[in-house]
């Protein structure tokens, strides 16, 4: 199905129906996808085969200079963000300077808009990094996936460029003491002849029980809203999405519901 990149490095204001009026950043390049998760729903579509992060990125200065130039226009139309969020094509904390580079969007929100949050989605795969762990924390949301407790089903659905363990996850999001976010996005279908489906019971399961010890400050719970590149995929019903909040809910865990 048709999916859509972003093609330039500041986009939007656009209406998040997680975030609010969100300003957005793409620090990877423009027309092509570079991540290290190839999710089956990614809106972005799929990896391009042979791409990397040597690809040409956006530099900090190319970053920060587009950033003042767009919040000065929204300056003069009296056009405030609620958020500047890290997304675009791709995961953005690959980025070589993406430490730097939350330091220079900090700094330019104060100067044009102090009360608009900066947040980052991202798939948790640098946590490793301690620079990017430190600049994670710096923003006003971290904003972390973790799609399933079982790593069957993340390797299935996220497709990571190497394998991930779910402990090793789990350790890496307790670094955040609490000040994380944790994003999980519920899909079902089939891919060719592979069973696509997280809203299993020992998937929830074990998600909850992943939950349990990351304790983020909230769960953000949804479903693939846009094309995605496999036909195959389907929305989970949003009262279905609703019952899986009211167990995180139970544990004491705050959540938001998105269908």
Known sequence: MATFLFDKIVFGPV????LGVSLGINLLPLHRKICNFDCVYCECGLNTPGTS???KLPTREMVSSALRQKLDE???NAQAPDVITFAGNGEPTIHPQFAGIIDDTIAVRDMYFPKAKISVLSNATMLHKQDIVKALLKADQSILKLDSGLESSINHINQPAKSLSVSK???QFQQFKGKLIIQSLFTRGTIGNNKIDNTT???ITAWIESLKQIRPEMVMI????????Y???RKVPVDELKAIAKLVNAIGINTQVNG
Not at 15 to 18: G, H, I
Not at 222 to 229: A, Q, S, V
């Open 15 to 18: 209406k998040s129906r997680r």
């Open 53 to 55: 992060v040597d690809e």
């Open 74 to 76: 929204m300056k003069v």
């Open 169 to 171: 996850l789990i350790d």
């Open 201 to 203: 019971e020992a998937d």
């Open 222 to 229: 949804y479903t693939i809203e846009r094309d995605t590149p």
């Open 231 to 233: 036909e195959g995929l």
